[in-house]
DNA sequence: GTGTCTGCAAATTGTTTGCATTTTC
DNA sequence: GAAAATGCAAACAATTTGCAGACAC
């Protein structure tokens, strides 16, 4: 996705396009390894050196409300986040605290049929998800 | 299931039977809300007022360690524990930060079979669940 | 120019740790 | 009696809040 798109996106949620905040929606975006506030944090320190910690969970929280980013939930106590892009799965390490993303529509489909035909009593379903807890071979 | 079994499920895993270690425990099994730390304390002060929040994770940890409870992570940035008893998928609220456990074997068989078929490459699958994001009718 | 955003520091929340005392085995 | 668990307080880590000055629109 090109700058020029990003800096569009952001100003279509009526969110200001500050350099800082643009920054963030970048890292998110093309960082795949769902990066914590800290890891966030540290890469945005590299060209805003007096980026606060609290300037980054404020943006964070803007991006989230604004739907363009979600957060990931792992099984430690930490956050991470994503950019949403299309529907995916999700990898976890049993291991280590690392969660990969999965794309796999035909899965996506098989389940989505399975519900579509056998409701969830007085349940609405927005959106399913499956976590696929294992370990990667070497 | 029984206090007497209670107590022998925490006596085989080696653990020390202390009172307050076999109410939380009876309390993570019974409460079917997933509580947080926070309310498993609330319940413990009831009959045990100089519980210290400290001993209260102390105990989840122990019991986490020896397998008889899980975490569970929410939207929110808190954890909330569960007793694990027979492989199952969670409902989680879009609205609110509720929990709700969901069991059906049917779809754990779809997905198992489906993955049996299609292995992902270079990963050993442990376990998969379902996070089905909706909302509850009234 | 107005209202939003950033940077900073202090506050809050959830969880962990260290240690003396008590309890289980 | 030895090892492990509890209670308490202090420490820690992740996140939130309040506010003055800076910046986007």
Redesign the interface.
Known sequence: MKKRELINKLAETGLRVTPQRLLVYEIILKHNNHPTAEEIMAYVKKKFPNIAIGTIYKIIDSLIEKKLIT?V???K?I?RYEAVLSHHHH?YC?KSDIVID?FNQ??DK??TD??NK?K?P????????????????K
Chains 1, 2 share one sequence.
């Open positions: 957060r939930k792992t099984d106590d956050m990898l049993s999965y035909d899965i098989i389940v399975y519900f056998n969830i007085d349940f609405e379903i927005e959106d399913i998800k499956l976590q696929i807890i294992g370990c990667f071979k």
